[in-house]
């Protein structure tokens, strides 16, 4: 023994203890499992969570250096990233220019055109100030312009400063912008069209926001606002304050007290643009097509979904798992955590769960659990600790690559299998043990009678029919037939599709989340929300008299910011006033510190005197743009601000004040052609584009979800219905279902039990359950016990064989005592003396069978009379039909046709001393019929004979030979046995019994089967069977099928008719006419609920009380060979190798199975999930539900193509089907186990 | 920006994410030239779309932070090579099993489709670190990105037909591209070995395997198909 094969051993014990220990005790493992992630993740709470929005940190700029590059320790307020210089930094110059008195004279442009045209003024101050050195030396020297922006090439700075103005529309040059004659269409004609969500070029150089600039037709204040910004790469503290000093001088603010001494440090996060979401999108568009196509292989369990969900969570908590275990150990996380996560996925991988779920399902159905469990794990322990390791060497050689990124890739990867291989260990296989274990006690519940599952069978009050129908023969296929009980069959996922519907989950789960979400918003942004709240009340105020008075109080405490620079006593200063009315001289700057920001009174007409006023609002205009415009601006030039900072310096206020004189001085003469403003209503225009944006932001998200509920419909409900379903090859021996680990479903345990004895093919199958009787073509039948498989009794009684050279019937045993049988011995089997008759019973060996098929069609299957043993053929001949001469085919046919003839018994033949003296046995016509009930068999005969056999004893019990037409169909029920004749005549017996009590009840015990009191009979009872009555011509051609349940007969026939006979009166009840063929099959149950099929393809469901046609639906190409129901649905088999599955109510085709050729003529359901078909030497399991091939037993060692004609299902959940001379038993081990 | 469309002329491989949901559709179609028409169709598509995505991630390594309008120029410039890519995809997504099939090997290994789609997210990660991972110097990138590449083969392929299809075409792809360059047509903002990148065949040969890995599936799926439908008539 190897070390390697010592190694597997060990790890497969350590594998099957563990499997025990986690089946065994679920709960505290998984208790145990969740306290570890949860412990592990907890360093994750420690993580800033991942976000966009910038951060601040201002600084007095008295005592302001440039932060070193080393972080230091002492200064704890300091966030990490301040260090180093800043990117640049943002000197702003805000301006804020009015022309006044405002003149009645003047036309709207006038607001804004000599204002903007004093920009070019102040540019040429500042460009020129010069401390040291001038803003040259200081400013940020910025190159070319991005390639694809060529367009913006007129308007932005290239090679020099980046100093951005208003001027910038016209090249900085005072000649374009006094003849420009348009100046609102320069400004425009750059705006991108439609929606923007960035920041527009409009408000890069304008600096403030556009609705605060007041460069607009139809401003009501009259005050233009924007701003000079001067990008600076290095600072000066000196030439700052002089340039200050200087433009204040020039145009002093007098009302203006804004705070000059801080400074804010905005840093910004990494961006993540589209170009970079794109590929990242890809990635886990990938990754979930991964999950997808993995967890798609589990199956054979209960809940799929439920172990697929298992899986993913073993999965990701294995990587949360993974980086909090690294944090812990103080490694921080460097790498953009959603980029590494999907490959972290994939290195992962699900594949060892799907490996141990496939292993665990593939182990024997009737081991206990625990035991499934242990074994399943310690088969695949080998390969999984193989996987695991060359994982783990992989991830180690990339260790040595000696990349950083790649290190830490691979530190993570290996935290992370290691967890994973934990969580497996624990998590998963606990949770497998738990789904196996329910599923068990799913079949467990099902397959229960209904006394043991339910407390009492009350009958349904929406029960339709009148009877309550009678016990069903056999426990298992007991179901519940209320209505209200069909949607139970239901898949699971519509089920859940329901349950949504009904409790509305979905709409409730987004109103809360839309509540919360609100919430949220609100409760992080609780600026920008007051602001734009306060700023929408207050623009509307004019309404109420008495202006801010009326606000409500938690309004009007509005705009003030959260930063650090906003003051207590600026932010009162906001407040709109109360009405006080002040106009003020004019030559003077209006308002003082918190003067109102809006009259009232004069908001109704525009005011004579704007008013310039200086709040609080504009120490810091620039909050109130985009976050995102700065880092827009620089990367215009491929400056990137991700994870750098930038310093805003505090603003410049320049108050101008223009006459009404300078104005008209600078006016085009295009401008007086705009037309006065229209009214005050166009001033919401802002508003209704916000109110655009969110109506088309809302439109998209609709499309989208309407697209994603699509897409979830189509997951949810992907069975086409009414479609030819998918086709399920039925899968050939020697490639059984094998995946790509090697499994293949489990199939060792059901072996089929094949009873041997017959010596040539099988006609005849009838059960009740409990015992089992065959017939075959030689005119044999024996009794099988359905359980063991036991032979009990053969009828006639000496096991007779035939011999393999002769055809003759060569007797086995019981002759040696006889004298009389030694020289037919002698003659080696083909002793031409056929009179030997059995001293003990008296009953004549048969010398001769003529073989005959069961028949469902008018004519006679003459393919058994087709003999190809020529050589023995002809004296055999000779000796039973001595008229004849020669080998006669026609001879053949025309006794096949002549059945009722007596037969020639051609030997001597001693009445046998019969103990009831009921009849004698007829040994030359074929059995076409049997049935059995209790331990009767009762055998229609070719002859016209009706025999009752004992089925324990093997004795004739009784025989009625009135009629003289071959008996092609049999119904026994109760005391009651139907005939159907060749010649379509129907006749009813009643079996008499003359000792009734006493009976033997050979049955087993009696409470495990709820049967009715099927008659059993003693050997002693003198059983007799009469004709009560004979319909003569109950159809017009031959009777193909007939069936009797529920006090009902059915019969159907060539003449394309069914007919409805009560039982007790034989009275004919309904002629059913509806099809367009013979009928071919026939289906009735407790329920009377009729189903039949024809020639035609056509299926017709009646109702049997009224002998109405329920529904009509043609579903195959050719005959219909067989039909079955369940309580909800239908399923027929045709000709074209077709099974369909109706819904019974509706008879709506759910869906089909195409089958192999040649197949699927016999069909059973074994319960309401579980359908049975016969094949080419095998039969075949299928889920009713979902129509999928569960198995497919192979019931011989050669797969040559012995097809399965009879299949019957068992009510010990066996199924029998004849397989040539064999009978074969096969058991369905998870529901025969169930049962007990 | 011209470096970036030439190396993404090296993906000339595809993801298969869109292949299970057109089953349905298949089956209608009987023809069997018409099946081969529409898996070269996929490929294309695949190889298209790849190309496009793993171009942007190619041209995030050399431009930090886009204007919103960057994207537009990706599209504009240099559009043959997408469609490049994709039919060189789907020549060989059908080459791998019409190769298969010829020599009388059909692959069994790990024939499913969440091993391809492993296989393409590894291939995609395998692009991710040559464009987003810093390395010291270009021989230890082009070490790794070969080790990354013959793993990938090792795990979802196994094939020697698939490795030597692989190098063949990796190194005629690298060939042409080389050919490409030298004469003018486009350049590499910082080429290190004769005018173009020396980790591209690397990239190339991962590109393959993944493609054939994908066309394989396909070839596969198509073929149960026909088998079935034999089964039904």
């Known amino acids: 023994m190897t070390v390697r094969e010592r190694l597997r051993e060990k790890i497969s014990a350590a594998f099957y203890r563990h499997g025990l220990l986690c089946a065994s005790y679920p709960v505290p493992i998984i208790l145990f499992t969740s306290a570890s992630i949860l412990a592990c993740c907890y360093p994750l709470l420690r993580l800033p969570l991942p976000g966009t929005g910038p951060v601040e940190f201002t600084t007095r700029v008295r005592d302001y250096t440039v932060p070193s590059h080393e972080p230091q320790g002492d200064l704890g307020e300091r966030p990490d990233w301040y260090r180093g210089p800043p990117v640049a930094y943002i000197q702003q110059v805000l301006v804020k220019a009015a022309v006044s008195p405002w003149d009645s004279t003047l036309v709207p442009v006038d607001v804004f055109r000599s204002p903007l045209g004093r920009v070019f003024s102040l540019l040429e101050e500042i460009r020129n100030h010069v401390h040291n050195d001038g803003l040259e030396a200081l400013c940020l020297q910025v190159t070319d312009l991005l390639p694809g922006l060529r367009r913006m090439q007129t308007v932005l700075p290239e090679h020099g400063c980046l100093l951005v103005s208003p001027g910038n529309y016209w090249q900085n040059q005072r000649e374009l912008f006094d003849s420009d004659p348009d100046l609102l269409k320069t400004v425009h004609q750059h705006e991108p069209k439609g929606l923007h969500t960035t920041a527009t070029l409009r408000d890069l150089l304008f600096g403030v926001p556009v609705k605060h600039t007041g460069v607009s037709l139809y401003s009501r204040k009259r005050v233009v606002t924007y701003t000079i910004t001067m990008v600076l790469g290095s600072y000066d503290a000196r030439f700052l304050s002089s340039l200050r000093a200087r433009l204040r001088q020039l145009h002093p603010s007098v009302n203006c007290s804004l705070r000059e001494d801080q400074m804010v440090h905005v840093h910004f996060k990494e961006e993540i643009g589209m170009a970079e979401l794109i590929p990242l999108v890809t990635t886990y568009i990938i990754l979930f097509a991964y999950i997808y196509f993995s967890t798609r292989k589990i199956d054979m369990v209960k809940s799929k979904w439920g172990l697929a969900l298992a899986a993913v969570v073993t999965v990701l908590s294995s990587l949360l798992m993974s980086v909090g275990l690294c944090t812990l150990f103080g490694l921080t996380p460097t790498l953009n955590g959603g980029e590494i996560f999907p490959y972290l996925v994939v290195v992962i991988g699900l594949e060892n769960v799907l490996v141990l779920t496939k292993s665990v399902v593939s182990t024997p159905v009737d081991l206990e659990v625990k035991l499934r469990i242990a074994q399943g794990l310690s088969n695949e322990s080998w390969s999984i600790m193989k996987n695991m390791a060359t994982e783990l060497c992989i991830i180690l050689i990339g260790y040595f690559t000696l990349v950083p990124a790649i290190q830490e890739f ?333 499994y293949s479903p489990p199939i060792s345990e059901i072996s089929p039990l094949l009873l041997r004895g017959h010596s040539m093919d099988i006609e005849c199958l009838a059960s009740d359950g409990m015992l089992l009787a065959s017939c075959c073509l030689a005119g044999q039948i024996r009794v099988w016990d359905a359980q063991t498989g036991d032979c009990l009794t053969i009828i006639p009684k000496h096991g007779l064989r035939r011999s393999s050279s002769s055809g003759c019937w060569e007797q086995r045993d019981g002759w040696d005592a006889m004298g009389v049988a030694e020289p037919e011995n002698l003659g080696g089997g083909t002793e031409p003396g056929g009179g030997v008759f059995d001293e003990d019973e008296g009953y004549p060996l048969r010398r001769r069978t003529t073989p005959r098929p069961a028949l ?117 029920l109760n005391n009651r046995i139907v005939a159907a004749r060749l010649d379509g005549s129907l006749d009813f017996f009643t079996v008499d019994i003359n000792k009734p009590l006493g009976l033997l009840q050979y049955r087993g015990p009696p409470g495990r089967s709820n049967m009715p009191p099927s008659p059993c009979y003693s050997s002693e009872d003198v059983i007799s069977c009469q004709l009560t009555r004979s319909v003569q011509c109950a159809h017009q051609k031959p009777i193909t099928v007939l069936r009797a349940a529920a006090g009902r007969v059915v019969t159907g026939s060539q003449d394309h008719t069914v007919r409805v006979y009560r039982l007790e009166d034989s009275c004919c009840l309904f002629t059913l006419q509806g099809h367009s063929g013979g009928i071919t099959a026939i289906y009735i149950d407790q329920t009377m609920v009729l189903a039949s099929g024809g020639q035609d393809g056509a299926i017709c469901l009646w109702d049997v009380l009224t002998g109405s046609r329920v529904s009509h639906v043609y579903g195959h190409r050719g005959d219909v060979t067989s039909l079955v129901c369940t309580t909800s649905c239908v399923i027929s088999s045709g000709l074209d190798d077709l099974i369909c599955i109706w819904d019974r109510s509706t008879g709506i085709k759910l869906y089909s199975i195409q089958q192999e050729v040649g197949c699927g003529a016999s069909l059973g359901v074994i319960s309401e999930s579980l359908l049975v078909t016969g094949g080419q030497g095998c039969v075949s399991f299928w889920d009713l539900n979902f129509g999928d091939l569960l198995q497919t037993v192979y019931l011989g060692q050669s797969s040559d193509g012995q097809g399965v004609r009879q299949l019957v299902v068992l009510n010990n959940a066996a199924i029998v089907c004849d397989f040539g001379s064999e009978l074969s038993l096969v058991y369905v081990p998870s529901v025969l186990e169930k049962l007990d | 920006m011209a470096d970036s469309t030439v190396v993404s002329d090296q993906q000339r491989s595809g993801s298969g994410q869109t292949a299970p949901s057109r089953g349905p559709y298949i089956a209608v179609i009987t023809n069997r030239s018409t099946t081969l028409v529409i898996r070269g169709f996929m490929l294309f598509s695949i190889g298209v779309f790849l190309a496009l995505v793993l171009n942007l991630l190619q041209v995030q390594r050399n431009v930090t ?169």
């Open chain 1, 410 to 742: 691979c530190l993570f990867a290996v935290v992370g299998l290691v967890s994973d291989f934990f969580l497996q260990m624990f998590f998963f296989t606990t949770v497998l043990s738990i789904d196996i274990r329910r599923m068990e006690l799913a079949d467990l519940n099902r397959r229960l009678p209904a006394e043991a599952g339910m407390p009492l069978p009350k009958p349904g009050p929406l029960r339709p029919r009148e009877a309550p129908p009678p016990p069903r023969p056999s426990p298992h296929t007991i179901t519940l037939q209320t209505p209200a009980f069909r949607n139970l069959r239901l898949p699971k996922r519509l089920r859940v599709v329901y349950f949504l519907a009904r409790t509305r989950l979905a709409q409730r789960f987004i109103m809360v989340g839309t509540v919360i979400w609100i919430g949220i918003l609100a409760y992080t942004d609780p600026a920008g929300l007051r602001t734009y709240l306060a700023a929408q009340v207050s623009e509307q105020s004019p309404l109420g008299e008495g202006g801010a008075g009326g606000l409500p109080p938690h309004l009007g405490v509005a705009p003030g910011f959260p930063g650090p620079g906003g003051d207590p006593a600026s932010t009162l200063s906001v407040l709109p006033a109360p009405a006080e009315p002040t106009p003020l001289p004019e030559n003077q700057s209006q308002g003082h510190h918190g003067a109102p920001r809006d009259v009232p009174l004069q908001t109704q007409a525009p005011p004579l005197v704007p008013q310039i006023s200086w709040g609080a609002e504009d120490e810091e205009g620039w909050r109130k743009l985009s976050f995102r415009h700065w880092p827009s601006l620089f990367s215009y030039y491929n400056i990137t601000l991700a994870k750098r900072y930038i310093s805003i310096l505090p603003v410049i206020p320049v108050t101008l004040h223009l006459s009404p004189r300078e104005a008209i001085e600078t006016r085009h003469p295009q401008d007086t052609r705009h037309p006065p403003p229209p009214s005050l209503k166009t001033n919401d225009l802002p508003a209704d584009l916000t109110l655009y944006k969110v109506a088309a932001l809302g439109l998209a998200a609709g499309v989208l979800l309407v697209l994603l509920l699509f897409c979830l419909y189509r997951v949810l409900c992907s069975r086409n219905y009414g479609q030819n379903g998918v086709a399920h090859g039925r899968r050939r021996r020697g490639d059984l279902p094998c995946d790509d680990y090697g």
């Open chain 1, 856 to 972: 469902f069609e008018n004519q006679p299957d003459l393919t058994p009379l087709i003999d190809t043993n020529f050589d023995s053929q002809p004296p055999s001949h000779l000796l039973l039909t001595p008229p004849r001469d020669g080998f006669d085919f026609g001879g053949l046919v025309e006794r096949a046709y002549l059945e009722h003839e007596p037969p020639s018994r051609s030997l001597g033949y001693i009445q046998p001393p019969v103990p009831q003296g009921q009849g004698t046995p007829d040994w030359e016509s074929a059995v076409w019929a049997m049935e059995l009930r209790g331990n009767l068999i009762a055998a229609g005969r070719s002859s016209g004979k009706l025999e009752l056999w004992d089925a324990v004893e093997g004795s004739l019990r009784c025989s009625n030979e009135d009629g003289v037409s071959g008996i092609t169909a049999l119904a026994f």
């Open chain 2, 65 to 233: 932070l886009f204007p919103p309008d960057v994207i537009s120029s990706i599209f504009s410039s240099a559009w043959w090579v997408p469609p490049c890519c994709g039919t060189a995809s789907a020549i060989i997504g059908l080459l791998y099993p019409c190769i298969d099939c010829r020599l009388g090997e059909p692959h069994k290994f790990k024939r499913e489709w969440s091993s391809v789609m492993r296989c393409v997210a590894v291939f995609v990660g395998i692009n991710h670190a040559s464009a987003k991972v810093d390395f010291a110097n270009n021989v230890q990138l082009s070490l790794t990105l070969a080790a990354l590449s013959i793993g990938l083969w090792w795990t979802f392929d196994r094939s020697r037909s698939g490795f030597g299809l692989g190098v063949v075409i990796a190194l005629l792809a690298t060939l042409s591209t080389q050919l490409l360059v030298y004469n003018g047509v486009f350049q590499y903002t910082s080429p290190d070995f004769l005018y173009i990148r020396s980790w591209l065949p690397c990239i190339f040969f991962a590109g393959v395997i993944t493609m054939g890995n994908i066309g394989r599936q396909l070839a596969l799926y198509e073929c149960k198909l026909m088998s079935e439908k034999t089964h039904q008539d």
